[in-house]
């Protein structure tokens, strides 16, 4: 294959995956080019990078990070040859790769088909019905009435969910546990999901209850070689976004386990996936395992699957992006069956969260930072230092908190140890929060599913 060198490459987002992306980099001996909003102007991305570049002019703190011209100004006037997006603002938006390709800047993803492909929801389950993966009945494409809504519930039986087509974030979904709360339900999705998406397009499908959240972590070279990294267990969920995350899973049996992970390889491969991402299903109680979604870039929880296999997935994607087969030296994942995980790995998200007030982000300055470390320990963090000014533009992701250990109870323990090791004052933590949630029983046990949150009222300070 041929290979590219990356001289200097823009992270296109900011925050703690931005610090991680750069420290990538500069492990691998390329210059990094940040950019930032006129909000970020002392954030901490900036002075990570070797060089930064104020972007979106005139833009709102968040189009400033969306707006894809003013971006290739600055990787172009700056001699960029690549471009890592992170996750969330531009990660998964076709135009953006195509723009960047089109410059002949290497866009370190997927291709952008596969980002329209997985972009659209309904495009994404037909994907897995045509890889012949479980999916959940569903309306397949988009519904275009209530009384559409309705027919599904009558023949398929309630609960159902209504899902925003273009959703993400665990937001434009609406549980209906009845034919009577169909009318309401539909206007607040199609409206939730005009709002936060740009499109009011929504479908139905079968609401599971208690199900689990598994997803499987792909690897893929430019040659059409796909690996998986195992799964992590996100269950842990408040209002249906992923607060702890666990790899392996536990508990789900070594049969479920391989089969899931099959299913994940079965489907990037029949898309021809390239670079890393992320196959999503609902388990249910009884074992049988549904389709999702794919995340066509790298997650949040990333870092726990780094912890367990020891493959670090950010500088993989860069070097796969420069052309390098996934076993090649330098990247050297083994091949699949010499894939080996160590132990247990937990993440916490720290977020600047008032669980006291209903989980409202605070703002404002952190007056005293000390976080915990020690063996076994990881923190991403991104604007977590004491002297930080925390806005309210953007998620409320403060740190990542990861902890890594032979067995699940010593990784917990170590986890508590280092949520109990962290003083941050002058901002509001969900410290408090996550304290309750890796000490309760349930959660020790292993077998939570995603209502564990909302059905546990005293994990609630
Ligand atoms: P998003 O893209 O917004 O993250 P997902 O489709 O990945 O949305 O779903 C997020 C979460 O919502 C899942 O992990 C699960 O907890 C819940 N969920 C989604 N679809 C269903 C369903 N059909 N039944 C039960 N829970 C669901």
Known sequence: ML????????????????????????????????IYSKEDISSYHRYKADESYLVGRGKNPIEA???????????KAHHVDAIHPGYGFLSENADFARRCTEEGIIFVGPKSEHLTTFGDKAAAREAAVNAAIPVIPGSGGPVSSVDEVKAFGRTHGY???????????????????????????????????????????????????????????IMADQSGEIVHLYERDCSVQRRHQKVVEVA???????????????AA????????????????FLVTPSGEFYFIEVNPRVQVEHTITELITGIDIVSSQILIAEGYGL???????????????????????????????????????????????????????????????????YDSL?????????????????MLRNLKEFRI????????????????????????????IDTTPELFV
């Open 248 to 262: 392996p899973s536990r508990g789900l049996g070594e049969k479920l386990r391989h089969d899931i992970c099959n």
């Open 65 to 75: 990070y969306l707006d894809i011209e003013s971006i290739i100004e600055v990787a």
């Open 425 to 452: 004052r002058g901002i509001k933590t969900n410290i408090p929060f996550l304290i309750n949630v890796v000490q309760h029983p349930e959660f020790l046990e292993g077998n939570v599913s995603t209502t564990f």
């Open 327 to 393: 076993h090649e030296d330098p990247v050297l994942i083994p091949e699949q069956k010499d894939i080996r995980t160590y132990g247990y790995a937990i993440q916490c998200r720290v977020t600047t969260e008032d669980p006291s007030n209903q989980f409202m982000p605070d703002t404002g300055k952190i007056v005293a930072y000390r976080s915990g470390g020690g063996f076994g320990v990881r923190l991403d963090a991104g604007n977590a230092y004491t002297g930080s000014v925390i806005t309210p533009y």
């Open 3 to 34: 290979k590219q060198k990356i001289k200097r490459l823009l992270i296109a987002n900011r925050g703690e995956i931005a610090i991680r992306i750069c420290r990538a980099c500069t492990e691998l001996g390329i210059r990094t080019v940040a």
């Open 159 to 217: 609960p159902i969910i209504i899902k925003a087509v273009l959703g993400g974030g665990g937001r434009g979904m609406r549980i209906v546990r009845s034919a009577q709360g169909v009318d309401e339900a539909y206007a607040r999705a199609t409206s939730e999901a005009k709002q936060t998406f740009g499109k009011e397009d929504v479908y139905v499908e079968k609401y599971l209850d208690h199900p689990r959240h598994i997803e499987v972590q």
């Open 265 to 280: 390889v079965r489907l990037m491969k029949s898309v021809n996936y390239l670079n890393a991402g992320t196959v999503e």
């Open 398 to 414: 403060l740190v990542k908190l990861s902890t890594n250990a032979r067995t699940f109870k010593s990784a917990a323990v170590k």
